[in-house]
């Protein structure tokens, strides 16, 4: 007899469910730093080129990307565990090469708005890497200890997962 809590996923559906994790992790990662356009979008940019001006509130809005990207990281590590070691840097690297060149062509046109937005999104994108890099290799280590269900095990079940006494 088979007890639920010492159950797992067949072998053949563990490749298909790590990799359901991973690309949840990377949607999660690469939608979370939209929300600094959400204010933009929403209220109107206006003027063209050089001559655009911000709404009124577009300062929160970008430090609410910061907060927004780092909760979506920790949360995509939360999901994906030790896949998202490697799906959160990379996307969240590539919101960290749009910043910078929107930081390079804010300051080309001399665009103080332009090139704010740049920074927040490269500092969005280096915060929210670290905190759900850590997560994720935290998560990590935890789910290889052994968990405090193995006291429930059955005698049978016990010899077999803990190490013997000399």
């Known amino acids: 007899m088979q007890h639920l809590e010492s159950a797992g996923l067949p072998p053949a559906h563990a490749p ?3 990799g359901i994790r991973a690309a949840a992790a990377v949607l999660i990662a690469l939608v979370a730093p939209v929300i600094s356009m959400s204010g933009t979008l929403t209220t109107g940019l206006n003027g063209t080129s050089p001559a655009v001006t911000f709404p009124p509130g577009y300062g929160v809005s970008l430090a609410a990307t910061v907060a927004a990207t780092t909760v979506a990281a920790i949360l995509a590590a939360l999901i994906a ?3 998202a070691l490697i799906a959160i840097p990379a996307s969240l690297g590539l919101w960290a090469i749009i910043g910078v060149s ?4 804010g300051t080309q046109l001399g665009h103080t708005g332009l090139t704010g937005w740049g920074w927040i999104l490269i500092a969005a994108s280096v915060i929210a890497a670290a905190a759900g890099t850590a ?3 935290h998560r990590g280590q935890a789910s ?3 968990g405090p269900r193995s006291r429930h095990l059955p005698a049978s079940h016990r010899e077999h997962s803990e190490p013997a006494q000399p």
């Open 144 to 146: 290889q200890r052994p």
């Open 102 to 105: 929107v930081v390079a062509e």
């Open 135 to 137: 997560v994720a290799a």
């Open 81 to 83: 565990r030790r896949d």
């Open 16 to 18: 298909v469910a790590r």
